[in-house]
């Protein structure tokens, strides 16, 4: 069995957003989902939790300013630059 | 000036094709030779007046217009044999390597090529980048080249080399008379190298199909392979490569006309050789000088070329030496520009000016101007500056008139003053003098933070220095040992006012860093407020008027007059600080001077060093460098948070002026004086340092005798220099420790019998104890002992095999061996003990000069990564394309600015407002960090960098902590 990043304690929570809690969270934004930041589709995390591209993490981590961040990040695939 | 307003849509980068570079030639370069006898451009020349004139007063033959308005032209010369250009000698390696030796196809089969050709279509439609996918092509015919032969012609490939920077070699497999192919003994090809010249390099160049190219990474409608090799060579115009006349009347060529006079000249005989069909040997070496020649003209510094050199022995400045580094084109004169309104000179303190201001010299203050519009408020004052003319300072340089549309500078001269005047109207513009009052920018190198660049208000001020108030050093990181800043004068209204609002010294008082103030008092600044407010100080009561009138404080917004009133008896130091604060102000806090005694006293503390401020009454603490130094003032801190900038603003000025005062009433002075303590304290302290020594001879002796216990995870070795390093570092400590009980400011308490205010005698221990300058550790350094030396972070090792200096045995491993300098600074040191301390310190010294340039680098390299950072409205941090770098700024969306040393809120602080005193019970007073952590840290880290910034001066100062 191979070794599971996801437990590791430098690894945050990601989890894959449906499209309506796409549509929820970002709904009264002026910005649309190819603008946030991404993540690669064979990102060590991407492949562990099975994400596609095109869809969007959220991620929930610790943060030393605010105790809890919550970021998301686009799935993209692997020529994309950005 | 002529500008053609064009929006730019795509660029394209490309190369030119022979074609176009004689296209665009409007000569033919023929004769390496410049200038005849009578100085005038020889045709056909270098300097054909063709390629455009310098002179004004000569005709360009090719535009009609003088010199000085033509922009020049190009010539080209006629290459007498193919040339490679240095700048593609590695594409068109791998480009050869790609491709057929014998058809020059692509070693791809056609459905590959059909399949690269369309993923390159898509991907540029995208506008996104091919590289990628040209480095996969690369990959794979490379591969094939060596294993494979071609899938179009089906020749046998041979290898390509390449030895920097142009010379392409071909491998050839070697055949033996029957055409098989001969190997080694282990089986591989036996080969041999052989050098391509430039014609068939750009003859196989020339092979490559566009179909191919695209492939390749090269688009051939602008940029054919084989115009990587040269036949013909642009000659820039003369007005690129001007002649310098010198004084004695002989004219200097620049360097790239020397090294075009160099190509002619191999060409012209190349030409000459081979019409005379010279032998093929004489050929080839001129082909390969004149090869030489061209490589160095586009780039002198080429890996395996030896540079040209002028006759001096200077190497030449050629292309692209001229672009290149850091007083190339680029980061000289296009991302930094000189520019007009600014001025540069010595630095010197005034603590009679506000932070707000800097002192500029007459003699800057009449040469930049400030363009102001006539109007009907200023006229007069204008008229009079214009009569002033430019050599009385408020005076005019020139006045700005628009006459029919037509924009008209006239010099204000001693002739032509009234007439200027008389013709002065409304809307005109005045070039005046800068005057009091005016808002400029000052700044110092190395602009790091954003309080490198204030903007400050000016006060004329006789002598040549700018002068600036002492508070502002700190977040210009400036000293006066010779430091020189930048003032740059606003050339319009609106920059002028953005300047004052956003830009201004008091706006930055607190630090984006830390939450902070980083302007605040340093230096004689702390110490005289100490003298001032420290227990037991009185001054009579006319003396304390008159401090009030010298520090501004009658008449003054911020003073209620309350305050001023008689008390028919002495006034305290601490009533007179008062002054400067608000009414309302409210806090206690530990002072530098606190000594963290077991048990706090509070307000009965020994030291005076519990400061209580009730209603804006300093009651109990003597005011020091945690009051309102930079960086960690407590009391500037609040009053700027709480009262605004100006508030703190005028504190800080009003508490320089007041500072003074305390200082002047005292006195303050130092010397070895300050250091010395009785004999019986050096006794003890030597007889405790020997006394460690020994312990350390004692352990050297157990680990000799190998019973030293080792450490866990450690060897022996390892233990015993762990040990010997912590018995020596507390031997240095405990010493310190004694001689620190004899360096007191003066006597203890109030109950010593004699006149309190005399008591304080040992200066230097006021500025180690208050945090005005130095520290305790320099002066028991000073007197008791200097301690363990370090190189590498540990005790000295090198020098002599086995041993530091052959003073000692080999092998040993006492104190004194290995750099324990037992001495103190004022006893001295042995020699041996002085090499070793010497030693340290160069360690030192290399330390910040390796860190600066590595951290200058870094620094460098974030700012270009961060520059387009943008806060939003919602909150979210985006770059120019508007994609999100972080949801929320800082991800608690604080201004750093404005928190508390980096925390949102301080909870104490509110508790305190909201309680009162009750709230004292419910706090840990005692262990409150506000902001002390990141502003004491910052303070140390300037204290270390500050010898930094060593252009002009050398310091030589250092210490070994
Ligand atoms: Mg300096
Ligand atoms: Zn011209
Ligand atoms: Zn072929
Ligand atoms: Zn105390």
Not at chain 2, 328 to 356: E, Y
Not at chain 2, 358 to 381: H, R
Request: proline share 4%.
């Amino acid at each position: 069995m191979a070794f599971n990043i996801l437990n590791h304690s430098a690894v945050p929570k990601h989890e894959i957003l449906s499209d309506d809690e796409i549509e929820e969270i970002f709904a009264d934004v002026d910005y649309d989902i190819s603008q946030l930041p991404k993540i690669k589709v064979n990102d060590p995390v991407s492949k562990a939790i099975g994400a596609e591209e095109g869809q969007v993490l959220k991620i929930t981590r610790k943060s030393e300013t605010a105790g809890i961040f919550v970021t998301y990040r686009l799935v993209s695939g692997e020529n994309n630059q950005k | 000036m002529k500008g053609i307003i064009k929006k730019i849509d795509r660029i394209n980068f490309g190369l030119m094709s022979p074609e176009q570079i004689r296209e665009m030639s409007v000569v033919k370069i023929e004769r390496p030779d410049t200038y005849d006898e009578d100085g005038y451009p020889i045709e056909s020349g270098l300097m054909d007046s063709r390629l455009g004139v310098i002179d004004p007063s000569l005709k360009c033959r090719t535009c009609g217009e003088k010199g000085g308005e033509c922009q020049g032209h190009f010539g080209m010369i006629e290459l007498a044999r193919p040339v490679i250009h240095v700048g593609f000698g590695d594409d068109i390696h791998k480009i050869l390597r790609s491709t057929c030796t014998e058809c020059g196809r692509v070693l791809l089969d056609d459905d590959e090529i059909e399949e690269f050709t369309e993923k390159m279509e898509e991907l540029q439609e995208a506008g996104e980048s091919v590289e990628d996918l040209v480095k996969d092509v690369y990959k794979i015919c490379k591969d094939k080249k060596t294993k494979e032969v071609c899938p179009h012609c089906g020749a046998e490939q041979e290898d390509i080399k390449i030895v920097k920077p142009i010379d392409i070699i071909e491998v050839r497999k070697q055949y033996d008379e029957n055409g098989e192919l001969m190997t080694e003994e282990d089986g591989t090809p036996l080969t041999e190298d052989y050098d391509l010249t430039a014609s068939e390099v750009r003859e196989k160049l020339q092979r490559i199909p566009d179909e191919d190219a695209y492939v390749l990474g090269v688009n051939p409608e602008v940029a054919r392979p084989e115009w990587m090799v040269l036949t013909v060579l642009p000659v820039p115009p003369v007005t690129v490569r001007p002649s310098i006349t010198l004084d004695t009347g002989e004219r200097s060529e620049d360097d790239l006309t020397h090294k075009l006079v160099d190509i002619l000249r191999i060409n012209q005989r190349l030409i000459e050789n081979m019409d005379a069909g010279a032998p093929q040997l004489i050929v080839e070496d001129l082909w390969k000088l004149l090869q030489y020649h061209v490589t160095t003209y586009f780039d002198n510094e080429a890996s395996g070329v030896p540079p040209a050199r002028h006759r001096s022995g200077r190497p030449l400045k050629t292309l692209a030496q001229r672009l290149k580094g850091k007083e190339g084109r680029f980061r000289s004169n296009l991302s930094g520009k000189r520019v007009n309104f600014s001025a540069r000179t010595v630095i010197s303190p005034d603590p009679n000016i506000s932070i707000n201001e800097v002192g500029v010299p007459e003699m800057i203050a009449k040469e930049v101007t400030v363009p102001t519009y006539v109007n009907e408020w200023n006229i007069e004052e204008l008229k009079e500056a214009i009569l002033n003319g430019p050599n009385v300072h408020p005076g005019a340089n020139y006045v700005k008139k628009t006459i029919n549309g037509k924009e008209m500078k006239v010099r204000v001269l001693d002739d032509n003053r009234e007439l200027v005047v008389e013709n002065l109207e409304y809307g005109d513009v005045v070039m005046r003098h800068l005057k009091d009052g005016d808002i400029v920018l000052f700044n110092r190198q190395p602009s790091l933070h954003r309080m490198s660049m204030m903007a400050h208000e000016v006060r004329v001020l006789p002598y040549k220095t700018f002068r600036l108030n002492l508070c502002v050093c700190p977040p210009y990181n400036a000293d006066f040992d010779g430091d020189e800043m930048n003032m740059h004068v606003f050339q319009t209204d609106e920059s002028r006012a953005e300047a004052k609002s956003l830009m201004r010294v008091q706006e930055h008082i607190l630090s984006p860093r830390f939450g902070g103030p980083i302007i605040g008092a340093i230096h004689d600044h702390i110490s005289g407020a100490y003298l001032l407010t420290r227990d037991g100080f009185t001054v009579r009561e006319d003396d304390a008027f008159q401090m009030i009138r010298k520090s501004h404080l009658l008449n003054n917004e911020y003073v209620d007059k309350k305050h001023l009133k008689r008390k028919n008896r002495d006034w305290t130091g601490k009533e007179l600080f008062s002054l400067l604060l608000p009414d309302d102000l409210n806090m206690n806090y530990k002072a530098e001077i606190c000594r963290k005694c077991e048990t706090c006293l509070k307000e009965d503390c020994q030291y005076d060093a519990f400061v209580v401020i009730k209603d804006g009454q300093l009651t109990h603490g003597a005011i020091d460098e945690a009051a309102y130094g930079s960086f960690s003032g407590k009391i500037l801190d609040t009053i700027v948070k709480e009262y605004g900038p100006s508030r703190a603003k005028e504190f800080l000025d009003r508490s320089t002026d007041l500072a003074i005062c305390g200082i002047m009433k005292t006195g303050i002075t130092t010397g070895t004086n300050d250091e010395e303590i009785p004999e019986e304290a050096i006794e003890v302290i030597d007889a405790h340092l020997d006394k460690a020594e020994q312990e350390v001879d004692k352990l050297i002796a157990t680990y000799e005798e190998g019973l030293l216990q080792p450490l866990p995870g450690r060897s022996a070795e390892e233990t015993l220099e762990m040990r010997i390093v912590q018995v020596l570092g507390e031997a240095r400590d405990t010493a310190g420790e004694i001689a620190e009980g004899y360096l007191t400011m003066g006597k203890q308490s109030q109950d010593d019998s004699y006149d309190y205010v005399m008591a304080v005698e040992n200066h230097s221990v006021v500025m180690a104890r208050t945090g005005a300058r130095a520290s305790m550790l320099n002066l028991t350094q000073i007197t008791a002992c200097v301690g363990q030396q370090a190189v590498r972070g540990g005790r000295i090792e090198r020098g002599y095999i086995n041993r530091t200096l052959p003073h000692f045995k080999k092998g040993e491993l006492g104190a004194k061996a290995k750099g324990f300098v037992h001495s103190s600074y004022k006893s001295g040191l042995d020699p041996i003990e002085f090499f070793f301390h010497a030693m340290g310190g160069r360690e030192g010294l290399v330390d910040t000069a390796v860190r600066t340039s590595r951290s200058g680098y870094m620094q460098r390299r974030l700012v270009s990564a961060l520059e387009d950072l943008k806060l939003t409205a919602d909150g979210s941090i985006r770059n120019t394309a508007d994609t999100i770098i972080q949801f929320r700024y800082g991800e608690d969306g604080t201004d750093p600015t404005r928190s508390v040393g980096g925390k949102v809120i301080d909870m104490d602080d509110l508790f305190t407002e909201v309680l009162g005193d009750d709230a004292d019970a419910l706090l840990r007073l005692d262990s409150r960090d506000v902001g002390e952590d990141y502003g004491s840290r910052e303070k140390d880290e300037m204290e270390y960098f500050e010898e930094e910034n060593s252009d002009y001066e050398s310091e030589t100062e250092y210490e070994s902590e």
